[in-house]
């Protein structure tokens, strides 16, 4: 059964860290591009990170950049996203996702999504 599952949300005060967890099964996910998306109460979805399989190349967006890390375990079959410095605007549900890569100096945001996990909430309040 192709599964991915996120975990590592919680509540934290303005300042703190978390890190989120996206665990593959069924499939081998070092053969796709992953993603991070959140989406807040009454906002659309936002892409927040991604990181290619072809080379391992990372992508933010401007909200988080310099304050969260993508990263990849292969032989643990898992994707993190460190998230330091945290602000209440951060406050969402985030889920991950795979993604298939489009052509070079596409957007990641354009790419074909795949597979989604079922969300972690992150809170950000003091």
């Known amino acids: 059964q192709v599964q991915l599952v996120e975990s590592g949300g919680g509540l934290v005060q303005p300042g703190g860290s978390l890190r989120l967890s996206c665990v593959a099964s069924?499939?081998?996910?070092?053969?796709?591009?992953v993603g991070w998306f959140r989406q807040a109460p009454g906002k659309e979805r936002e892409g927040v990170s991604c990181?290619?399989?072809?080379?391992?190349?990372?992508y933010y967006a401007d909200s988080v950049k310099g304050r969260f890390t993508i990263s990849r375990d292969n032989a643990k079959n898992t994707v993190y996203l460190q998230m330091n410095s945290l602000k209440p605007e951060d406050t969402a549900i985030y889920y991950c996702?795979?993604?298939?890569?489009?052509?070079?100096?596409?957007?990641?945001?354009?790419?074909?999504?795949?597979?989604w996990g079922q969300g972690t909430q992150v809170t950000v309040s003091s």
């Open positions: 996702a795979t993604l298939f890569e489009g052509p070079i100096g596409s957007s990641w945001h354009l790419w074909d999504l795949g597979s």
């Open positions: 069924g499939f081998t996910l070092a053969y796709y591009a």
């Open positions: 990181i290619n399989a072809s080379d391992g190349t990372k």
